[in-house]
């Protein structure tokens, strides 16, 4: 790997994602950041796919230009799908759009609104290493090796001779003893220092992770276990945990892990889309509600966790409560152009379709650049039989945000289009089949 952490950020915080990139790597951990490494003659896409792929973490600069721009949503996304940490650093106090809650809000972000942005760094550095599992280090003198440790014996000129042996003799014992009590001290200090190596759940923490890359679970789920006992509130361990157990088929203690996770930062996407995946594993859908009943319980007005709440009522076909749910994000966050469009999606599958416009119009009016809007009013229209309406919102959905092409593939309310020359065309079907 030649790199330890992406930068991602919107091309209007290219400045300051340089002056991240650049504070990071002062500290040892490497960066790879577009501006200075965007292969030439690569897609820029492909190349930040690729970069994402192999970093050990991805640090957002975060912005009102960020929370719009479809690259740095693309790019987080990317990041929660490969289960890569992301790290945001804020450097606006804007709000954060529907979207982008689950990779900006949480516990792990460090927030730099006021100026300078330098005394802010140092901050987000300790954050980083952190996260990736390491002590942060500062710079110290270079020193020679010889001069790492104690001499047994000094250099030096010879002790010089007394006028008779017993002198000679005296000499002799004290360096002796000098020898034998810098031994006993070094000694005593490689016992200490083992001692706190065992008790550093980091180090654990770190041996866990590199047995899981070399396949060696049964170790590497020991080494996360010792972590987990020496330190329980670490967020990473948990998560790594879990998904050494679903490797090993056990996926009642995976649940487990996931859920500790979840209880200490409700906002980690990564455990709540790995804990949705093994409850359909485990066929006990109904689960899916627990962390945002979690987060509500601890937190009455967190917009995100409605959101999240509906989202989850609606995947389970409980509609009414999904749409409880989207009242209450758009009472706490009136201004949520994805909360309104993503209701306008649940009226349109209750068939209540001209309420469904009249939500979408709200979404328009609050994102009209906002892809999700142009779908879930593409979705709409195709419900009611409104091809071209369909087409003309689903080419602007797409032309914002090109993976809504392989959702539009799947999405059941596209079905009535199938077999729509256009429709194939646009989401990359092909030809339909001639029968």
């Not at 790879?32 to 192999?54: F, N, S």
């Not at 930062?265 to 804990?275: I, K, Q, S, T, V």
């Not at 966050?333 to 009249?358: I, M, N, Q, T």
Request: glycine share 6%; net charge negative; with cysteine.
């Amino acid at each position: 790997m030649a790199h330890d952490v992406f930068v991602c950020c919107a091309e209007e915080d290219e400045d300051t994602a340089q002056a991240v990139a650049a504070a990071l790597e002062a500290q040892g951990i490497r960066c790879w950041i577009a501006r200075r490494d965007l292969p030439p003659g690569l897609p820029r896409e492909q190349a930040t796919a690729d970069a994402i792929d192999g970093s050990r973490a991805v640090v957002v600069v975060f912005s009102s230009s960020a929370n719009t721009s479809p690259d740095v949503r693309r790019e987080l996304e990317h990041a929660a799908d490969t289960r890569t940490p992301i790290i945001p650093f804020r450097i606006e106090d804007a709000p954060v759009s529907g979207p982008m809650q689950p990779f900006i809000s949480g516990p792990h972000r460090t927030d730099a609104f006021t100026p300078p942005l330098e005394q802010h760094l140092p901050r987000l550095g300790d954050a980083v290493a952190r996260r990736l599992g390491e002590d942060v280090t500062r710079a110290a003198p270079a020193t020679e090796p010889d001069a790492q440790l104690p001499l047994l014996i000094p250099d030096g000129p010879p002790v010089a001779p007394g006028p008779s042996s017993g002198s000679r003799k005296y000499h002799s014992l004290g360096r002796g003893l000098v020898g034998v009590v810098l031994l006993s001290v070094i000694a005593v200090a490689l016992i200490l220092h083992i001692q706190a190596v065992q008790s550093d759940p980091w180090r654990h923490y770190q041996r866990g992770a590199t047995l899981m890359a070399r396949g060696r679970y049964e170790e590497a789920l020991a080494a996360f276990d010792r972590a987990v006992e020496l330190e329980t509130q670490y967020v990473p361990v948990h998560d790594s945990r879990a998904w050494l157990l679903i490797e090993l088929g056990r996926y009642e203690e995976a649940l487990a892990a996931y859920d500790r996770a979840i209880k200490l930062d409700a906002y980690d996407f990564e455990a709540l889309e790995n804990r949705k995946w093994v409850l359909a594993e485990l066929g006990r859908h109904e689960e899916l509600l627990d962390p945002y009943d979690w987060a509500i319980e601890s937190d009455p007005d967190s917009a995100w966790a409605h959101h999240r709440k509906g989202a989850a009522l609606a995947e389970l076909g409980r509609y009414e409560e999904a749409l409880e749910a989207y009242d209450r994000t758009i009472k706490l966050r009136p201004g949520d152009a994805w909360a309104h469009s993503v209701k306008g999606s649940v009226l349109a599958k209750l068939g209540r379709y001209e309420e469904a416009l009249a939500v979408l119009d709200s979404a328009f009016e609050l994102g009209p650049d906002e892809a999700r809007v142009h779908y879930s009013r593409a979705f709409t229209y195709s419900l009611m039989g409104r091809r071209d309406d369909a087409l003309r919102d689903l080419t602007r959905a797409i032309d914002l945000d090109a993976d809504l092409r392989e959702e539009a593939r799947m999405e059941e309310g596209f079905d009535r289009l199938q077999d729509d020359r256009e429709f194939r065309e646009l989401v990359g079907l092909g030809e339909p089949d001639s029968q």
